[in-house]
């Protein structure tokens, strides 16, 4: 059985996702609240509490054990809900009870969105803060259904936020900037007078410089992968000769072509001949192909030059 470690506003709780059990308590996610007794039908998420931790002098759950040492289980913890307190806990110098973390997240495969947002929930007619990377996830399937997995979910375009009223924590310029450089990898939800509540970074978790530091280029090599995998299984035991070779990138080149046309990439090559299927691949029974991508960035920063000329000037020149 793997522990999960979750915290709430009064408790931290150690859960159990396979126990449901009507005489116990249990923890609802969507609303961040404990309930007892049988779990209704909307609560369908609900988690069987196995000890707790009370937190700013909270009752403590009758019949529910303490939170007992839990060093070798899986460790679930929202972020803090100060701006400092999450840049700490995503670099792992966090060192509280409730948010201790002693390693950074570093994975071009995860992504950090702060602060809470506030939505009307339709179970029990109240506003809830619900974690970001809901609405996250949900910004990311509405791109791809009004462009493309490698346009970036965030912005006034695409990264605009309907349903919440509010976020938990005002940011302003400056927090935007310390949560996105300088070695951190948050990305920002912030509210605009005029645009609304918009998430306005895309960075992935990934610490080292590179292409796969942003969520568009991340989701473009999945889509890439998945595609490659699912178009190319009918070359599987074929004869391992030039003829293959030229078959597989003739099916490669027309599928890379149309991502350049619908502005995912820049430039593409495919290499598939007996450069990289050496001899010694082949008699391993392996057929090699080298795709090289030049993925298109996005503008996160525009900056305008304006530049005042005397009257005399010809603007042609300068």
Known sequence: MTHKIIKTENYLLVVDDSEMSKDNYHYNPYTKTVHKGFWMAELKECRKIIAHLPLNNSPVLEGVPLLPP???????????????????????KSTTTAYSRTS??????????????????????????????????????????????????????????????DVEVKITQGDRDSMYSGGNAINPISSFPQQGITIFGQRTAQRS?????????????????????????????????????????????????DILRRRGIQDFRVICDETVNTPARVDRNELWCKVILKPTKTAEIIIFELNLTSQSADITTL
Not at 70 to 92: F, M, R, S, T, V
Not at 236 to 257: G, H, I, M, R, S
Request: net charge negative; aromatic share 14%; glycine share 4%.
């Open 209 to 257: 410089p590179s292409a796969l530091d942003r969520i568009n280029v991340r989701r473009l090599m999945i889509y890439i992968r998945k595609v490659l995998l699912q178009g190319t299984g009918r070359f599987v035991f074929e004869p391992n000769d030039e003829f293959t070779w030229e078959q597989l990138e003739a099916a490669l080149n027309p599928f890379l072509d």
């Open 70 to 92: 839990l060093e070798d289980d899986e460790a679930i913890c929202p972020y803090p809900e100060e701006k400092q307190n999450a840049i700490d806990w995503h670099n792992g």
């Open 104 to 165: 950074a997240i570093n994975s071009s495969y995860a992504a950090i969105f702060f602060p809470h947002v506030k939505v009307f929930s339709t179970f029990d007619k109240k506003d809830r803060w619900y974690d970001p990377t809901i609405f996250a996830a949900r910004q990311m399937a509405f791109t791809d259904s009004v462009a493309d997995s490698w346009f970036a979910p965030a912005g006034f375009r695409r990264g605009r936020l309907t349903k919440p009223t």
